[in-house]
């Protein structure tokens, strides 16, 4: 038996038809699929990138264009300088976005979307737009919640 056979694991996965069913793939062939459900799948690092809120609110900050670090910082209330700073190195080593740094005096550094980063705009949109449209009724479950507590 080959080593990769030993390694036989369960994927479940949809049907054209809407049927679930499991098929059986090795270790190597789920991760190379992309399941996020497995913890040692690349995916699930990715999710837990663009579903970090400083992401989502880097992201929707460059949407217009470039910024620099300090506009980033004024655009985004809350985050402090350490938190920015290393989401955006993570942003940065993911491709989601570029820096670029310009030889003056003193130096200028821009950080924007890359093609990868602009394809994100729209379903953080959509994330951004939901939160907005159901802003009343999670805060009447929220404060129902708490009273029953």
Do not use: N
Request: charged content about 30%; overall charge positive.
């Amino acid at each position: 038996m080959a080593s990769g056979d030993a390694l036989r694991l369960p994927y479940e996965c949809s049907s054209p038809i809407g049927r679930r069913h499991l098929v059986v793939t090795t270790r190597a062939e789920s991760v190379l699929r992309g399941s996020p459900y497995r913890a040692d799948c690349p995916t699930r690092r990715i999710l837990d990138r663009i579903g970090d809120r400083w992401t989502v609110l880097i992201v929707g900050a460059l949407w217009d264009g470039s910024a620099r670090f300090s506009e980033l910082r004024r655009r985004i209330e809350g985050i402090s300088q350490k938190m920015l700073t290393q989401t955006l190195r993570g942003l940065e080593r993911d491709g989601i976005v570029r820096r670029t740094v310009y030889p003056e005096v003193p130096v200028r550094v821009e950080y924007t979307l890359t093609e990868a980063g602009r394809s994100l705009r729209e379903p953080l949109r959509a994330l951004e737009d939901w939160s907005i449209a159901h802003l009343g009724d999670v805060s009447a479950s929220q404060e129902a919640y708490d009273r029953a507590d």
